[in-house]
């Protein structure tokens, strides 16, 4: 039987909905003593309020900082306006979630084989306690977690009929954007804030929703890849005895890869939070203000993850790299690859997979997949992979002497893709779909977070250069 410890007053402010409650047990079958993710998250509420009654009373009027004309027309570079819970981004050492560096996140967080499933990588469901909670669950927690999410991940008919109404032709991320979109069809926040739900309580069907999307993307895209591909069944086959990427990849026709099984858990974990100022994070949480709900939030999120700047990188730099290797072929000598850096910087293009707009060393979630490449012997022997590597080398010494990019060195995508390329899952197209599957595990926990805290709705000044220059005249 269950067994919860939470404090009476979190009960007392965080109660839920009758609704909404039943609803999250009958998605799961609770261990005994084992917390559900929305008990978890109800415990932490009172705290988490308190905390930022504290900051307001206390430092309101404290300032963090000057606004120069250069953060105006510089894309708002550097500016601390925002509140973002999940995770902190330090140009020096990189992203922590919660206080948690992705090597300690590593050490801490169930994998897959301590909920009793082939693979030693970082389950993303334990990724989205922790961004979630703040806490790092028990495997029994991941476990009831990875049922709930196979529970809740079948499509409703009406949008398997939308999804297959797109032409093949249309982007997949265009597709999957729209698709999460109509999702919001079944929208619980939007139901019960119609219904005149209290303002304290948004916070607890947004969790619902949250959970059901992140349960759902899976098959979104899986739907999506079949129909665009022609791999995969399209049936959306779910077997709860599998964590959530482990079903993902048998939707779309790798379930036998369990090489790939496991990179994916890996990189779905690391790419799900990167602060809140990154445009995918930062859209879902700007339209999550409007109280839009979180389908509509995270679709707008996913909209500016599809830019080339942002989550279509790793598709180009696999594109770049094949290039590269098409024209001086498959093993070059270090100074073809840095003639070939040269031609790219001189045609006026950006070297992808370099370079960041915050980040001033190599990105920790870049390390972090080329030690995967490192353990496992059928990457360490593909020649895309051994030219991420050299390049990882090579880049850094030409961009810097180039001296334009702040950070020379490799961000995430200067891996992700080729890896996946490697493993046979070459659909470029597809490759920005799977970082908004796990972009979700971090732009939506803090759009739970806004309404936990009451966020107000986002609403920055903007000037005209007319108005802009009366005021530095002054
Ligand atoms: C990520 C990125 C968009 C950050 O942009 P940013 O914050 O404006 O970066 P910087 O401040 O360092 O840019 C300063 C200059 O260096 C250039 N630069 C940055 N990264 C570069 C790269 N990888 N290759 C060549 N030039 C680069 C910029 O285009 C800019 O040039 P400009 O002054 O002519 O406009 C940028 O580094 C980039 O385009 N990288 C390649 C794409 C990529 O890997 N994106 C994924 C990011 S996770």
Not at 57 to 84: D, H
Not at 91 to 99: C, E, L, N, P, Y
Not at 183 to 204: C, M, P, Q, V
Not at 242 to 262: A, C, M, P, R, V
Request: aromatic residues 8%.
């Amino acid at each position: 039987m269950l067994s919860l410890t939470i404090p009476r007053a979190a009960l007392r402010s965080a109660a839920a909905p009758r609704q909404f409650a039943a609803a999250a047990s009958a998605a799961s079958v609770r261990f005994a003593s084992t917390k559900t993710l929305r008990d978890a998250v109800a415990e932490i509420v009172p705290a988490k309020r308190e905390e930022l009654a504290e900051i307001k009373s206390k430092y309101s009027e404290s300032s963090l900082g000057e606004v120069k004309v250069s953060n105006l027309i510089g894309g708002m570079r550097g500016l601390k306006c925002m509140l973002w819970e999940g995770s902190v981004l330090d140009a020096d050492s990189g992203i922590t979630f919660h206080g948690r560096s992705i090597p300690q996140s590593q050490q801490e967080l169930p994998t897959a084989a301590d909920i009793g499933r082939p693979g030693k990588e970082i389950l993303p469901e334990s990724m989205l306690w922790l961004l979630l909670t703040g806490k790092v669950p028990t495997k029994e927690e991941v476990k009831q977690l990875s049922e709930d999410l196979a529970a809740r991940g079948k499509l409703p008919g009406h949008i398997e009929k939308i999804i297959d109404s797109f032409p093949k032709t249309l982007h997949p991320m265009t597709q999957f954007s729209a698709a999460v979109a109509s999702l919001n069809h079944d929208s619980k926040f939007a139901e019960a804030y119609s219904r005149g739900i209290k303002k304290t309580e948004y916070w607890e069907p947004t969790l619902e929703d949250s959970i059901d999307l992140i349960a759902k993307l899976p098959a979104v895209a899986s739907r999506i890849f079949f129909n665009v591909f022609g791999k995969g069944d399209g049936n959306q086959t779910i077997d709860s005895s599998k964590d959530l990427i482990e079903n993902f990849t048998h939707q779309i026709g790798y379930g036998d890869s369990e090489g790939l099984i496991d990179y994916l858990r890996l990189y779905i974990a690391i790419h799900g939070d990167h602060e809140g100022g990154n445009v995918s994070a930062h859209a879902t949480h700007l339209v999550g203000s409007a109280l839009s709900d979180p389908y509509l939030a995270y679709s707008a999120g996913l909209n500016g993850l599809a830019g080339p700047l942002h989550g279509l990188a790793n598709q180009e730099v696999l594109g770049w790299a094949l290039e590269l290797r098409g024209e001086v072929g498959e093993r070059p000598t270090d100074q073809e690859i840095q003639d070939y850096l040269w031609k790219t910087l001189k045609s006026g293009r950006v070297v992808p997979g370099y370079g960041h707009a915050v980040l001033r060393q190599p990105d920790p979630r870049f390390t972090a997949l080329s030690k995967f490449c490192e353990t496992r012997p059928e990457l360490r022997e593909d020649s895309i992979v051994q030219l991420v590597q050299r390049l990882s080398q090579l880049a850094p010494p030409v961009l810097k002497e180039h001296g334009k990019t702040k950070n020379p060195y490799p961000n995430v995508d200067a891996a992700s893709g080729c890896v996946l390329y490697s493993y046979g899952l070459d659909q470029f197209k597809f490759y920005t779909v799977l970082f908004g599957i796990s972009r979700a595990i971090g732009a939506l926990p803090q759009l739970v977070y806004d309404r936990m805290l009451g966020l107000p709705i986002e609403r920055p000044k903007s000037l005209s250069m007319e108005a802009l220059k009366k005021i530095v005249a002054n």
